[in-house]
């Protein structure tokens, strides 16, 4: 799928945004560098956050093997079906009436 905008197109659209808003007083603090958006002691450190023991990993392999085995062991699909008998069809003509029957092959 196409993105409707390229990056230039956002881009100039952003900086239009910024120009006109500028233009209409308003006013764009500087941020120094190194600053963090995040407050401090609003989040728990990360040693918080992974106090839970590693629990054990599911061996891909042996799931794979197993489903492996399941497709093996079905069925190969379903069976071929008989060709069907040639059947009688009534052919009409344009006004609806009947001109003959016909054998048909499906």
């Known amino acids: 799928m196409k993105p409707l905008k390229t990056k230039a ?4 659209e952003i900086e239009a945004q910024v120009d ?9 603090n500087a941020v120094p560098m190194g600053a963090s958006g995040r407050e401090p002691g609003g989040h728990q450190p990360l040693s918080v956050l992974f ?3 590693q ?3 599911t061996q891909v392999q042996d799931v794979i093997q197993a489903i492996e085995a399941r497709k093996q062991s079905k069925s ?3 069976t071929p079906r008989a060709p069907r008998k ?3 069809q009534i052919i009409y003509d344009d006004f609806g009436q009947p001109l003959r029957w016909q054998w048909v092959e499906e």
């Open 55 to 57: 629990q054990p990993r």
């Open 51 to 53: 106090d839970r023991k």
């Open 76 to 78: 190969p699909g379903p």
């Open 20 to 28: 006109a808003y500028i233009h209409q007083g308003g006013e764009v």
């Open 9 to 12: 197109q956002i881009r100039a």
């Open 86 to 88: 040639p059947r009688k």
